[in-house]
């Protein structure tokens, strides 16, 4: 058989396993063992399967991944989401709708530790979704502000995605991290002008203001946020002085959580077991998947079939921003039909050589594949961050309630998608200016 | 079943402390590092090597307690329209499939860790260190999910629809 036939039939077979439900790292693994039997053998296929794990998880760089990961559940675990919440509570919440503003700063600063969105969705569910409630917001709105504010964990460095598409791509992580913070920054402050536009417009979405927070109450609160805004000049700093690599920054990171949690006398024996068992399960999780797209991606390279894509698209002559905008419009199907960290595995080893080979830049082409993971998230039927919100809220939001309210901030993601199109020196500024300083 | 059950709780709970452990170990190796190249100026031997190893042992010794927490990724769409009947049979053949991926895995894993052992395997470095019990620990790792595969088969092929049991 024809080894783009088998390339082709290896990915229907991923495919329809998808759809019955098989776990990700499997449909991947499998299909791409089975196209590599048949393209190199069965030995051939056997070397790799032994060889793949170990020499993927034996990584250095890749270590960033678990120790992210521990350091955003420590951090988690530690007290320091609720104490960020906490301080943007007192500092804006007297404002109109002030709780989702909250929400949205509080959400913001915590990517900056956090790199997972489902975990930035789940704390702020559990910490302002009950407040938001109390003061009679609409749930729906509600449920929709944290399940969109927690997509800025994916955009926000140190970010699971970026590390995800520097694995499977071998472009800079710390590179792709840098190119994160302005759209990050500049997404967040769009959500904000959002919410304002939203409670002008329809009031009863934040029907009470809270009373305005004495200057006393604002200062202390905010002295409390010192641990997490020096974790992660801690981990900025060094990077950038040159006192470790970004490969080591997670390591960094994670014995600074713990240095500052052991001096506010937080470090119980609870705190620090639940963090790297924890760490250590969504590892497994992550790991396992990236194996399988690993071996999913090696199988259509071996066949060929990569090449043959490149050579098609190469082929219609379009320019950077046409296939830009067409892959855009795939990836906002994909993304409302598979979850996210799926959609970067199935696609990247196809998509990554076209969008090299038409001369866009693989860092700004990262950003942008973010910018779809974040909508993705938020999009029905199998929005990840909206199950996240569901499930963390304890009955107290519904699914039709949150879909009901997520359309501005789906809307909002599309424009801002729009806006870096327009506009790739928004992404591509501050890496430039960081490679020239 | 009841006592292979047991034996498989056990066997995962202590290996996804091991898992933990690497972890940690993981976070306290960079950080002496950073603090040895910043204080006197010279790296901690091995920290590079030293977390390689340990990567490994986090990455599949937690897989006992991500297969009981159910804590992988799939796409749940025509699960969810599907009466009782389909659910099961997608629960057996996604148990059949992650047993069999997972077999093929752990088979490797086994040769490939004997294989390390029989030759003395160590890293390359200046302080070196042997590879093979982290290649052992993929195979552990690997192997326990298959037997978590093989029992749920066993017990009637409950996956997805069975209750997420309680952590070890």
Not at chain 1, 154 to 159: L, V, W
Not at chain 1, 161 to 180: H, K, Q
Not at chain 1, 336 to 353: E, H, K, Q
Not at chain 2, 40 to 48: K, Q, T
Request: with cysteine; net charge neutral.
């Amino acid at each position: 058989m024809d080894n783009s036939w088998v390339a082709a039939l290896a990915t229907a077979g991923m495919l329809v396993l998808l759809a019955l439900g098989v776990p990700v790292a499997v449909c991947l693994g499998l299909s791409g063992f089975v196209g590599l039997w048949f393209i190199g053998g069965w030995d051939f296929a056997l070397v790799q399967l032994e060889s793949l794990p170990f020499s993927l998880t034996s990584t250095f760089s890749y270590s960033v991944l678990p120790m992210f990961l521990f350091m955003g559940n420590l951090a988690m675990n530690g007290g320091m989401a609720r104490e960020l919440y906490t301080a943007a509570d007192r500092l804006i919440g007297h404002f109109r709708g002030g709780l989702l503003h909250a929400t949205v700063a509080g959400s913001a600063a915590f990517s900056a530790i956090s790199g997972s969105t489902v975990v930035n969705a789940t704390v702020f569910t559990r910490i302002s979704l009950p407040e938001m409630l109390r003061h009679k917001y609409s749930a729906g709105v509600a449920g929709a502000c944290i399940a969109a504010a927690g997509c800025l964990a994916a955009m926000i460095p140190p970010s699971v995605t970026m590390i995800v598409y520097g694995i499977l791509t071998s472009e800079s992580i710390g590179a792709l991290m840098v190119a994160g913070v302005v759209p990050g920054i500049l997404t967040a402050l769009a959500y904000a002008m959002l919410i304002s536009i939203l409670v002008r417009v329809d009031p009863s979405i934040a029907p009470t203001n809270q009373p305005r927070a004495s200057r006393q109450e604002r200062l202390s609160s905010l002295r409390q946020t010192w641990s997490i805004a020096l974790l992660f000049l801690f981990i900025i700093g060094g990077i950038y002085g040159g006192y470790f690599s970004p490969s080591a920054a997670g390591a960094a990171g994670s014995f600074g959580a713990m240095v500052i949690l052991a001096v506010r006398r937080r470090l119980s024996w609870d705190i620090l077991s639940r963090s790297f068992i924890d760490a250590a399960v969504t590892s497994a999780m992550l790991f396992l998947i990236l194996i399988g797209g690993l071996i999913f991606s090696r199988m259509l390279v071996m066949s060929g079939a990569v090449s043959d894509i490149v050579r098609f698209t190469t082929g219609l002559q379009l320019s950077p921003l046409m296939l830009m905008i067409l892959l855009s419009l795939v990836y906002l199907v994909l993304g409302c039909l598979i979850d996210t960290l799926s959609m970067i595995l199935l696609t990247v080893p196809f998509v990554y050589p076209v969008v090299k080979a038409a001369g866009v830049d693989p860092v700004y082409f990262g950003i942008l594949l973010v910018v779809f993971i974040e909508l993705g998230a938020i999009t029905p039927p199998v929005g990840m961050n909206l199950f996240a919100t569901v499930a963390a809220s304890d009955g107290r939001v519904s699914m039709e309630q949150i879909l009901r309210g997520i359309s501005p901030f789906v809307l909002l993601n599309v424009v801002m998608l729009g806006i870096f199109l327009a506009f790739p020196q928004i992404v591509q500024w501050l890496p430039q200016q960081m490679a020239s300083g | 079943m009841r006592k292979l059950e047991r034996a498989l709780e056990l066997a995962s709970s202590i290996a996804t402390w091991i898992a933990g452990a690497a972890v940690l170990l993981m976070a306290l190796l960079g950080g002496l590092d950073i603090l040895s190249t910043v204080v006197i100026g010279r790296p901690l031997a091995a920290a590079v090597e030293g977390t390689e190893v340990l990567m490994v042992i986090a990455a599949f010794m937690g897989l006992g307690l991500l297969h009981k927490r159910r804590a992988y990724i799939a796409v749940d769409l025509l699960r969810e329209h599907s009466g009782r009947g389909l659910r099961r049979v997608l629960d057996w053949l996604t148990l059949l499939l992650m047993g069999g991926y997972f077999g093929l895995i752990a088979w490797r894993g086994w040769n490939d860790a004997f294989e390390s052992l029989a030759v003395r395997e160590f890293s390359n470095g200046l302080v070196q260190i042997p590879l093979y019990p982290s290649k052992f620990c993929l195979a552990i790792g690997m192997s326990i999910a298959v037997l978590w595969c093989i029992v749920e088969l066993l017990k009637g092929g409950l996956f997805r629809d069975a209750t997420p049991q309680p952590d070890p």
